[in-house]
């Protein structure tokens, strides 16, 4: 098997995994905040991201992957700046309408892009301009509903919208600058992460339920719920990591909406969550948009190993990570952007994969 299919199956592995732990994780966390109560999203990923981890030293003592220590700065400055943009979002999802936060989501994309043109001078083509446009349409679609304005909700957003760009850039980059794998990433971070959504989490969980962490009551059922869900975001930060460092941070937007239009089949189909015709018509457009925006990716991936075969993919990046990227990669990447684990609530308040 050659390097190039050595990769792609990789790369395959990771979307697959990150896409099953998030829906997983979703239905998990639906059942802790819908039925069990427990809405404390900030404090529950602060938990996630201790747990991930433990579960990484075990495996370093395990001899599973080799420690690579490096800038030191750049890690603690990575890991603060993931831990402030998921407490930026569930601010933003508290602050704003469920049809803003859903607008919100959705302007990371374009905004990912603008910043990658701007600051790395990375070259789109029209045809994936056109298929992110379409995407977005029809996700826009599907989840948008009600959008109502409010002065801080807006200014949180924009700053939640900045904040998770900036991370899931600096994950793609920091994986192929120092050369590290998205495992060795994501153990030097979690603690930086961890730590600064365990000291703001019950200050904004309090904050936006009015209730305290500390008082609520931990039944053996929830407990179950709460390990079950920690569990599970071990594979969901891995994927994410693994994602952004195998393909780029707008891939790994677009994978994150064909997981919201996942999980919103699958409340309607085993749940019986309310659908209506609106919610499929979006569903189809996106999954038109995903398949173009891939299909155009892997096409321009193969204009440019045509035209110079001899060169070491090291040049100029552009964006040609489709969801199933055929190039190689130069570092151990991982999937998703920076381990922005986003565990945050989603369109019916559930904690996002």
Same mark, same amino acid.
């Given at each position: 098997?050659?390097?190039?299919?050595?990769?792609?199956?990789? +790369?395959?592995?990771?979307?697959?995994?990150?896409?099953?732990?998030?829906?997983?994780? $979703?239905?998990? %966390?639906?059942?802790?905040?819908? /039925?069990?109560?427990?809405?404390?999203?900030?404090?529950?990923?602060? *938990?996630?991201?201790?747990?991930?981890?433990?579960?990484? =030293?075990?495996?370093?003592?395990?001899? !599973?992957?080799? =420690?690579?220590?490096?800038?030191?700065?750049?890690?603690?400055?990575?890991?603060?700046? %993931?831990?402030?943009?998921?407490?930026?979002?569930?601010? &933003?999802?508290?602050?704003?309408?469920?049809?803003?936060?859903?607008?919100?989501?959705?302007?990371?994309?374009?905004?990912?892009?603008?910043?990658?043109?701007?600051?790395?001078?990375?070259?789109? &083509?029209?045809?994936?301009?056109?298929?992110? +446009?379409?995407? #977005?349409?029809?996700?826009?679609?599907?989840?948008?509903?009600?959008?109502? !304005?409010?002065?801080?909700?807006?200014? #949180? &957003?924009?700053?939640?919208?900045?904040? +998770?760009?900036?991370?899931?850039?600096?994950?793609? /980059?920091?994986?192929?600058?120092?050369?590290?794998?998205?495992?060795?990433?994501?153990?030097?971070?979690?603690?930086?992460?961890?730590?600064?959504?365990?000291?703001?989490?019950?200050?904004?969980?309090?904050?936006?339920?009015? @209730?305290?962490?500390?008082?609520?009551?931990?039944?053996?059922?929830?407990?179950?719920?709460? $390990?079950?869900?920690?569990?599970? &975001?071990?594979?969901?930060?891995?994927?994410?990591?693994?994602?952004?460092? @195998?393909?780029?941070?707008?891939?790994?937007?677009?994978?994150? =909406?064909?997981?919201?239009? #996942?999980?919103?089949?699958?409340?309607?189909? #085993?749940?019986?969550?309310?659908?209506? *015709?609106?919610?499929?018509?979006?569903?189809?457009?996106?999954?038109?948009?995903?398949?173009?925006?891939?299909?155009?990716?892997?096409?321009? %991936?193969?204009?440019?190993?045509?035209?110079?075969?001899?060169?070491?993919?090291?040049?100029?990046?552009?964006? +040609?990570?489709?969801?199933?990227?055929?190039?190689?990669?130069?570092?151990?990447?991982?999937?998703?952007?920076?381990?922005?684990?986003?565990?945050?609530?989603?369109? %019916? @308040?559930?904690?996002?994969?």
């Amino acid at each position: 098997m050659s390097e190039g299919q050595k990769f792609q199956l990789g +790369t395959v592995g990771a979307l697959s995994l990150s896409v099953v732990s998030s829906v997983s994780i $979703v239905i998990c %966390n639906k059942a802790l905040i819908s /039925t069990l109560g427990f809405t404390f999203a900030t404090t529950l990923t602060s *938990w996630h991201l201790l747990v991930t981890f433990c579960s990484l =030293h075990m495996a370093l003592w395990m001899k !599973l992957f080799e =420690h690579k220590p490096f800038d030191a700065r750049a890690v603690m400055g990575f890991g603060i700046l %993931n831990g402030i943009s998921i407490g930026l979002l569930n601010l &933003s999802l508290g602050f704003n309408s469920v049809g803003f936060y859903q607008m919100t989501k959705l302007a990371i994309i374009p905004c990912t892009v603008l910043l990658e043109t701007l600051f790395f001078r990375k070259q789109f &083509s029209r045809s994936i301009q056109l298929s992110l +446009t379409i995407l #977005l349409m029809g996700v826009g679609i599907a989840t948008v509903t009600d959008l109502q !304005l409010n002065v801080l909700g807006s200014i #949180l &957003s924009l700053l939640a919208v900045l904040t +998770t760009c900036v991370a899931q850039i600096m994950t793609n /980059t920091i994986q192929k600058k120092f050369r590290v794998s998205s495992t060795q990433l994501l153990y030097q971070s979690c603690p930086y992460q961890a730590l600064t959504l365990f000291i703001v989490g019950p200050f904004l969980d309090g904050l936006l339920t009015n @209730k305290n962490v500390l008082a609520f009551k931990y039944t053996p059922l929830v407990l179950f719920f709460i $390990v079950l869900s920690c569990l599970i &975001s071990v594979s969901v930060n891995f994927s994410t990591f693994l994602v952004i460092g @195998k393909t780029s941070p707008v891939t790994y937007q677009v994978l994150g =909406h064909l997981k919201t239009c #996942l999980v919103l089949a699958f409340g309607y189909v #085993l749940l019986r969550d309310p659908f209506s *015709w609106r919610n499929i018509l979006g569903i189809l457009i996106a999954v038109v948009g995903m398949v173009l925006y891939s299909y155009c990716c892997t096409l321009e %991936n193969q204009q440019k190993q045509n035209e110079a075969p001899a060169k070491l993919p090291e040049v100029k990046e552009s964006e +040609t990570d489709p969801l199933i990227s055929a190039e190689n990669g130069t570092g151990i990447l991982a999937d998703g952007g920076v381990p922005k684990v986003v565990p945050l609530w989603n369109s %019916n @308040k559930d904690l996002d994969a």
